[in-house]
């Protein structure tokens, strides 16, 4: 399901697609006087300008808009580089609050300003994103620390943003291409974003959690400089994607980090059950030794056990998709299927998850390439023919999100992974803490 036309359609949007429309109008009459060097370069740059007006305009927007851009620049199958560049902004450089606002926020959340709270406090954002800015900040001891503040009234302003697109979505909804179920959830992820109190918690967890993973590093919350709109945490070493791959580093490292990544993925669906579930390029932070840092846990979905539990069996199944057993499998995770419904995800397991998890563990050797561009395609087509057939589960809404973050994440560091072996191993870990539990009780 896609609720593009809904997050970003509006009377100022409409003046951005009449931008953008007008952009390329103008290169497809240009092109009938360009040599190919010139309608190459022309090509590019039409991209580039439409992908500025596209992301200026999401920047105003901020909130779930901003989000959907955000996941949009995750799509290097389908969206033009130049795109891609404008829109991975998105991520960690939109416009902060004016200082003052700022300052006028903190205090109201907190009770003090940030020099009677902190050492040193940087008023001018680090990052800044749809729902709050990032500050650094020392604290009294001495320890740097990371301060968001969330924007003054974000929360009225998602739910009014969500009101618009339940109206707006009235005949998708009757369709059956707009799940309300979906859009439920959707809404109540991102409104649960706009509790720090909340996020604190998560963070917390995955501290506990993810202590088997040594090279995750997940920041320390500070309960006492924190509030339901202020955030104080540690500062988590690292660098941002691009940052990382400018470095130029080794196939070995990528290998590393991808498979890293991987695992940090299938250990919080198939053990934790919960997932860090805001995938894009700001929240991970890659260091040279191969440490990955996990930031920004507004996002996290946690799953139910039975769901996870019948995951567990899907995974890396030896027989036939078409079997009576595997349809059996899938109705407990999914519920009752149309057999359109299930032929679709019959086919999206044959076509796609066949390839890049061979079940055979005689397999488990061999590394699958991510920098294959086939496969993400692959994903995709199969991913809109469920869209066509009107599949929605909403449980499976942030673990597909989280899941096409990882795989482009994967593409991106052209990064080689013995995925078969790494879920194999989180299934042993997770069957291995159920027997361990079974024997306590």
């Not at 191969?290 to 979905?301: A, E, H």
């Not at 560091?413 to 879920?423: D, G, N």
Request: aromatic residues 10%.
């Amino acid at each position: 399901m896609s609720l593009a036309p809904c997050l970003i359609a509006g009377p100022r949007t409409e003046l951005a697609t009449a931008g953008v429309t007008g952009s390329y109008v103008g290169y497809m009459v240009q092109r009938l006087f360009l040599g190919e060097e010139g309608r190459d370069k022309k090509r590019r740059s039409t991209h580039a300008k439409a992908g500025r007006q596209i992301r200026d305009e999401l920047l105003l927007l901020r909130g779930p808009a901003m989000k959907f851009g955000q996941a949009l620049s995750l799509h290097t199958d389908i969206l033009p580089e130049e795109w891609l560049a404008e829109l991975a902004t998105l991520q960690m450089e939109a416009p902060g609050m004016h200082r003052s606002l700022a300052l006028a926020q903190f205090k109201s959340s907190l009770g003090r300003q940030p020099d009677e709270v902190f050492k040193r406090f940087d008023a001018e954002p680090f990052a800044a994103a749809s729902l709050g800015q990032v500050h650094h900040a020392t604290r009294r001891d001495g320890t740097p620390v990371a301060v968001r503040i969330q924007y003054p009234n974000i929360r009225t302003s998602v739910e009014n943003d969500f009101r618009w697109v339940r109206t707006m979505s009235k005949p998708m909804q009757v369709s059956g291409h707009a799940d309300k179920r979906a859009l439920d959830e959707l809404e109540r992820q991102i409104l649960a974003e706009t509790d720090y109190v909340r996020e604190a918690a998560n963070i917390e967890f995955f501290q506990v959690g993810l202590q088997p993973l040594d090279f995750v590093a997940v920041p320390v919350v500070y309960r006492d400089e924190s509030t339901d709109q202020v955030l104080t945490m540690s500062v988590v070493p690292g660098e941002h994607l691009e940052t990382f791959l400018a470095r130029k580093p080794s196939q070995q490292l990528r290998d590393e980090i991808g498979s890293r990544l991987f695992e940090l993925f299938y250990f919080q669906v198939v053990v934790m059950e919960a997932l860090h579930a805001d995938p894009h390029w700001g929240n991970y932070l890659f260091s040279r030794d191969g440490t990955i840092g996990l930031v920004d846990f507004r996002c996290v979905k946690y799953l139910n056990h039975a769901f996870v539990e019948n995951l567990r069996r899907l995974y890396l199944y030896p027989g036939r998709y078409d079997s009576a057993e595997y349809q059996r499998l899938l109705e407990a995770v999914n519920g009752k299927l149309r057999p359109v419904v299930q032929r679709a995800v019959i086919n999206f397991a044959d076509r796609f998850y066949r390839k890049v998890y061979p079940p055979d563990a005689d397999d488990d050797k061999q590394p699958f390439d991510f920098s294959d561009t086939s496969f993400m395609r692959d994903f995709m087509r199969e991913t809109s023919r469920l869209v066509r057939v009107k599949y929605t589960l909403p449980e499976h809404i942030f673990v597909t999100r989280a899941e096409i973050g990882l795989y482009t994440t994967l593409h991106r560091l052209k990064a080689r992974v013995l995925t078969s072996a790494i879920v194999r191993r989180c299934v042993a870990k997770r069957m291995a803490r159920a027997a361990s539990a079974q024997r306590a009780v």
